[in-house]
């Protein structure tokens, strides 16, 4: 299952969700303001990142700047409470899935959350005469350009 971590006001949010509908791709959204993160979850987004709170804490945040917040200097557990009281800090929208993570909203990148079967029919067989072209032909035309 797909997971979008995001916030109202966010414009890659809107577009990730807009091109998960479009492929009618199911997700799970959780507005980080209205959803209370638990310990679990985000220890877990900081192991899927390749370059852990780097990938997910915006450090232009206002209460990073405001407070000259050092998270490099955190243990893990000082920084999930941080993340927990400041949610604003996490960058977004975070996608992820058993298999990818992406932050931000990247048009070239977010085909990986297409499943692998669809994107393997896509590149064999999907034209723009296959009734389904519009889900699964369009994500093929995209990556061959």
Same mark, same amino acid.
């Given at each position: 299952m797909i997971v979008v971590y995001?916030?109202? #006001?966010?414009?890659s949010c809107r577009k990730v969700?807009?091109?998960l509908?479009?492929?009618e791709l199911p997700f799970i959204e959780k507005n980080i303001f209205k959803t209370l993160l638990n310990d679990n979850e985000i220890k877990h987004l900081l192991m899927r990142s390749e370059n852990g709170s780097d990938d997910i804490i915006s450090k232009r945040s206002k209460i990073i700047q405001d407070e000259k917040v050092d998270v490099e200097e955190m243990t893990t557990d000082?920084?999930?409470s941080f993340?927990?009281?400041n949610p604003s800090v996490?960058?977004?929208p975070i996608i992820l899935n058993e298999d990818s993570f992406q932050v931000g909203y990247d048009e070239e990148e977010i085909g990986v959350f297409v499943p692998h079967e669809l994107r393997k029919l896509a590149d064999n067989c999907c034209d723009k005469e296959c009734p389904v072209f519009e889900?699964? #032909?369009q994500i093929?035309?995209?990556d061959a350009e």
């Open positions: 995001t916030s109202p #006001g966010c414009a969700k807009q091109w509908k479009d492929r000082q920084l999930i993340i927990k009281k996490l960058k977004r889900t699964c #032909g093929r035309v995209k």
